[in-house]
């Protein structure tokens, strides 16, 4: 690498203590910008939104707009919408957040055992995950046609019956589907752990006479539970912003009601916002599950001392 | 692990094939259907019509180089802003020791899980009051801001590299800056390209950014692109399905393009980064 070249083992100890400050002093010199845009772009639209969560302001009331305390968020309590669609929001989290990890994990033990070709078989697993939202909904809903979507010409095919994709009884499941086929965005992480794994530890464990179910759940398994932990918690956090796949699914506009198996927590507080124009509302409701987040985050982060691996 | 197993190698690569072509096919479906008649019904497994044309119409119903141009801009400002950024700042983040400095990884933490839907509507308001709403400046913040995922993942990397490296560049006379520069950064080629593609591949297909602050002039392509109708016939219920598909395609294509080039980096670059949780 060329450095160290002149041998010294260490610095003097006044060039230390110099060396710190120069440290400290190049740590703010380079984090200013971040330190800026955060409170400036960050911090502030937080602070105002939660002020806002506590007004009547509906984007154009600024000279009528007041205080109302915690009525937006009593609100959210009795608005029958609200906690339907965030119970709808948990159900299809809580279905595919695990699927998900077991589909990423599942695929990058699969990718470990081959020899050739890992590749490109990598990159079919990954596809669709750098497929933009819009383009994705635009996709699926060609194939969920009712009439002469593949989907169902395939079931028709197998002599079954062929089903309203879009309708109240099959959405959800239509969405579950299309969030499922991206899940591949946390396959990279899982094969970068699998990697880091040194072989020796293989050898080793089939030398004891280990065999490959014993070598996945006690080796694989457990050094890729970081991973895991962090596609858990993100998986948690985005589920609950689940908005845009929904949208582009149903496919008629960001300001329509979708139906209602597609009408998640936010599609709701975005229905609040920009088309009933109740921004104090909207940005209870947007608070109130950032609050959650931050919960299950929590409660996360203490059962990971649980199942997550560290040295 | 490479197993010696040759039975199970053999039904790794069956399942990984047919999982491959499961994953495949709604590319494939697009395709099939983006060549069909504008007409006609949909195609299901094979296609029923060779009609290159719509490949042309997706580009043509469309002002395509006016939106282009406005997503290329996009690109431009984010990917070198966010690559300064967020590689900058995982290095400090991970290398510097300074007081405060946990506070300060705990703040780009937090952007991570407000959602950035929480923060744009406040964030909206806001740019509407001091009139920056239908310019490209936000943009500029989000690069300058750097994403708390991206710097994230930079620091891990730069943590998973021994600290001896830095106390070797003090010696040579490095300052903390061009231990960066000149050390650091060359080793860092991984993490650049991860942190390149993760920037366009967002960039490239957001569009509720673009649809909040943006009015039709300045829309990017991802706005436009799905819905070539509306600009034929302003309001119509058409939606060209076979354009639509073609548009699809042909939005992807450079994204595939960066991927192929990134990939051998990709999985590297996040191998690189110690995988703790």
């Known amino acids: ?311 | 692990m490479e197993t010696k197993s040759k039975g199970l190698r053999i039904i790794s690569y069956i399942a990984a094939t047919l999982i491959g072509v499961i994953f495949l096919f709604p590319f494939y479906y697009t395709f099939i259907n983006s060549i069909r008649g504008l007409n006609s019904l949909p195609a299901t497994l094979k296609p029923i019509a060779y009609e290159w044309e719509n490949f042309k119409l997706a580009l043509t119903l469309i002002p395509y180089f006016k939106y282009l141009k406005n997503s290329l801009i996009i690109i431009a400002i984010t990917v070198p802003l966010g690559l300064v950024s967020n590689v900058m700042y995982g290095y400090a983040l991970a290398k510097l020791k300074a007081r405060g400095q946990s506070i300060i990884f705990f703040a780009v933490l937090t952007t991570m899980m407000v959602p950035t839907f929480a923060i744009q509507i406040p964030q909206y308001i806001l740019f509407s009051k001091i009139g920056l709403t239908d310019t490209f400046v936000l943009w500029v913040f989000e690069g300058i801001a750097g994403s708390a995922a991206i710097t994230f993942l930079s620091r891990q990397y730069f943590y998973s590299m021994p600290r001896a490296i830095m106390e070797a560049a003090y010696i040579d006379g490095c300052s903390p800056y061009t231990a960066f520069t000149k050390i650091l950064l060359p080793l860092s080629k991984p993490l650049c390209a991860i942190v390149v593609f993760q920037i366009f591949n967002f960039n490239w297909g957001d569009y509720m950014t673009a649809y909040m602050y943006l009015s039709r002039e300045k829309y990017p392509l991802v706005m436009s692109m799905f819905s070539p109708a509306e600009y034929v016939m302003p309001g119509t219920n058409v939606v060209l399905t076979p354009v639509v598909n073609a548009a699809t395609l042909l939005f992807i294509i450079p994204v595939l393009i960066l991927f192929f080039v990134c990939q051998k980096y990709l999985v590297e670059g996040i191998s690189g980064a110690a995988v703790k949780g």
């Not at chain 1, 110099?18 to 639209?45: D, G, H, Q």
């Not at chain 1, 699969?110 to 819009?134: D, E, H, N, Q, W």
């Not at chain 1, 079954?160 to 969405?175: F, I, K, R, S, T």
């Open chain 1, 1 to 311: 690498m060329g450095v160290g070249k002149k041998g010294k083992k260490d610095l003097p100890k006044r060039s230390r203590s110099s060396l710190e400050k120069r440290e400290t002093r190049a740590f703010y010199v380079i984090m200013t910008p971040f330190l800026l845009m955060f409170l400036i772009y960050r911090l502030f639209p937080m602070a105002w939104g939660v002020y806002i969560s506590f007004t009547n302001f509906s984007g154009f009331n600024g000279d009528t707009m007041k205080m109302v305390g915690i009525d937006n968020y009593i609100r959210v309590f009795t608005d029958n919408e609200a906690l339907a669609s965030l119970g709808r929001t948990f159900v299809i989290g809580v279905i595919v957040i695990p699927l998900s990890i077991i589909i990423c994990n599942t695929f990058a033990i699969l990718l470990s055992f081959l020899k050739r070709g890992i590749g490109i078989y990598r990159t079919l697993f990954y596809l669709p995950a750098i497929m933009p939202v819009v383009a994705v909904g635009t996709m699926w809903r060609g194939m969920f046609l009712r009439d002469g979507g593949v989907i169902n010409e395939l079931i028709k095919l197998f002599s079954g019956e062929p089903v309203n994709w879009m309708g109240y009884d099959h959405a959800g499941y239509a969405l579950m589907i299309m969030l499922l086929w991206g899940a591949g965005s946390g396959l990279l992480n899982n094969i970068a752990a699998i990697k880091n794994i040194p072989t020796e530890l293989f050898e080793a464990s089939r030398l004891d006479g280990a065999n490959v179910w014993q070598q996945i759940t006690r080796i694989i398994l457990p050094l890729s539970s970081p991973m895991n932990y962090m596609a858990l918690v993100t998986g948690v956090i985005t589920s609950l912003q689940l908005y845009g796949q929904p949208m582009t699914l149903s496919g008629n506009g960001m300001a329509t009601v979708p139906v209602r198996p597609l009408y998640t927590y936010m599609v709701h507080a975005y229905q609040q916002i920009f088309v009933n124009l109740r921004f104090g509302y909207g940005m209870a409701l947007t608070v109130f599950v950032v609050l959650i987040m931050v919960a299950l985050t929590v409660v996360n982060e203490k059962l990971s001392q649980k199942w997550v691996h560290t040295d």
